[in-house]
């Protein structure tokens, strides 16, 4: 494609160059995008003369700033619009050597701007340069996510804090971003934590916050050079902004205590840290590889007295005295709730008492299951309870010798619980499987993997009879259906992926059905 202009009509407008230069220079923007933005005027202004149907193109000379406006018409085999094209025969009854994709262009007089016309083109020089300024301010904060930045609070709009960050740069603190009962007013300085920016056409693109947990995490960063030079590591950070914090540190270096570390001289390096989140508590916890050490030290100040896991469940029961209940627990579960985000653990807080009622509870019920289930005495089932066996499955599946060492039992009474415990799981599972089928459960859920008898009679209770009803549920429908604590989160989504199979090999046939056609 080339330009054909024979003839043009320059109208010289030096003044141009000069404003395009100084917008550029006070917006913080590229000189050509500020003449782009004023073509662009003069070609909608063009056309709001000539027709908004012409194709008419304005161009400023980069170095005179003369302005040359012109309509192209467009020279194509055949003519879908009279207006912006022409015929390549018609084109060659004009000259000779036209060709197809070049232009005919026909240069146009001056435009008067009227008032009407110069407001449109103001319009367009502004938008043109906002957008100009917000994708060089994308550009310049994108890659620093996770800094703290230092701003001017420009105003307070419904709880949300516009700051300027200088350099032409606003960001926002949204009111749920924001430390509860904290006010800013006009000229306030304001530390805060970039968390996320996105290139939007309107509102803001910067967002920052001070409620962000990574915030306090940056702050210590800041005042703690051990942390800084890499010597001590953040591991997690839990917070409930402007009440209370916990933060989990590591050392590298033996010799050097972290938490001590933390805390500086006389309490000033966590000082500097709680004056500036308006005076919000923070416990300082020694992070441990081992969950259960881990976990008494998040609990701080309570003392533990004892902790069970399940490690499947990613559970942990910890024992208080009675007097630490309160403390344990914190003001509304504050303390509770912080040291559970903090270790990624669910942690359930019991008193000694609780505790010692809850095992006598579990003792007599479990006692029950193996009088009822093995037909033994009280006796035997109590020693089977205190050798640790919960269930008739592991009776029923233990080495002979493990039974064998209890005190009291030899090698023919080992013998003769395990027999009955397979005995009794042999007759409940055929229970469990006559209950199922006469609830409607298909025969394709039944040999899914995870999922037991006693799981599979509780689906059909639920109208959960078909691979389709199966594949429809989410995991914590699923869950809730068999029972919290008889599968993980990711048993169910297993189960519930293998239950959806079916879809995608239909799919599979259905494309290779196509394929062959």
């Not at 039992?409 to 006559?434: H, I, K, M």
Request: with cysteine; charged share 35%; proline share 3%.
């Amino acid at each position: 494609m080339s330009d054909n202009i024979e003839t043009s009509v320059i109208y010289a407008h030096p003044e141009l160059l000069l404003v395009a230069d100084t917008v550029a220079r006070e917006k913080g923007i590229e000189r050509e995008v500020v003449l782009d933005a004023m073509e662009q005027a003069i070609q909608k202004a063009g056309r709001s003369k000539y027709g908004q149907e012409h194709d008419i193109r304005a161009e400023i000379d980069r170095k005179s700033g003369e302005i040359k406006l012109a309509r192209y018409i467009e020279i194509v085999e055949e003519v879908e619009n009279e207006i912006t094209e022409i015929s390549f025969v018609n084109a060659r009854v004009k000259r000779d050597d036209a060709k197809i994709g070049e232009f005919f262009i026909d240069t146009l007089p001056p435009i008067d701007f009227g008032r009407i016309a110069a407001q449109t083109a103001k319009q367009v020089i502004v938008q043109k340069v906002r957008e100009a300024e917000r994708k060089r301010q994308f550009a310049e904060f994108k890659d620093r996510i996770g800094e703290i930045v230092n701003g001017v609070v420009k105003r307070v709009e419904f709880g949300n804090v516009m700051v300027d960050l200088g350099g032409r740069a606003e960001g926002v603190i949204r009111r749920d971003e924001c430390i509860p009962r904290e006010h800013f007013n006009n000229g306030d300085r304001v530390r805060s934590y970039i968390f996320d920016v996105r290139e939007e056409l309107r509102g803001p693109q910067i967002f920052l916050s001070r409620s962000h947990p990574q915030f306090m995490a940056k702050l210590f960063t800041q005042e703690v050079p051990e942390i800084y030079d890499g010597v001590i590591e953040i591991r997690s950070v839990s917070r409930d902004p402007g009440s209370r914090a916990k933060i989990s540190v590591i050392s590298n270096d033996t010799t050097i205590d972290p938490v001590g570390a933390c805390v500086g001289m006389r309490g000033s390096r966590v000082q500097s840290v709680v004056a500036e989140l308006q005076g919000e508590k923070i416990d300082i916890i020694s992070w441990s590889d081992e969950p259960a050490t881990f976990i008494v030290n998040a609990l701080a100040p309570a003392e533990v007295t004892k902790v069970v896991l399940d490690e499947e469940q990613n559970r942990i029961e910890v024992v208080v005295p009675d007097e630490q209940l309160s403390l344990a627990i914190g003001r509304r579960g504050q303390n509770v709730r912080l040291a559970s985000q903090l270790t990624n653990w669910d942690i359930d807080i019991l008193t000694e008492a609780e505790e010692s009622d809850r095992r006598g509870e579990e003792f007599k019920s479990r006692s029950q299951l193996f009088i009822d289930g093995l037909d033994v005495d009280e006796v035997i089932a109590q020693l089977l309870v205190t050798e640790g066996f919960s269930t008739i499955e592991e009776v029923a599946f233990v080495p002979i010798e493990e039974l064998s060492t209890i005190e009291g039992f030899d090698a023919d009474v080992a013998e003769e619980l395990r027999d009955r415990a397979r005995q009794y799981l042999e007759q409940r599972e055929t229970e469990l499987s006559d209950m199922r089928k006469k609830a409607g459960v298909s025969d394709e859920i039944a040999e899914i993997d995870g999922l037991n008898g006693e799981m599979l009679v509780a689906l059909g209770e639920n109208e959960i009879k078909t691979l389709d009803n199966l594949a429809d549920l989410a995991n914590d429908e699923l869950i809730d259906i068999v029972g919290k604590g008889n599968l993980s989160e990711d048993t169910a989504d297993k189960i519930i992926m293998l239950a959806r199979a079916h879809w995608f090999e239909d799919e599979e046939i259905e494309d290779d059905k196509k394929k062959n056609e």
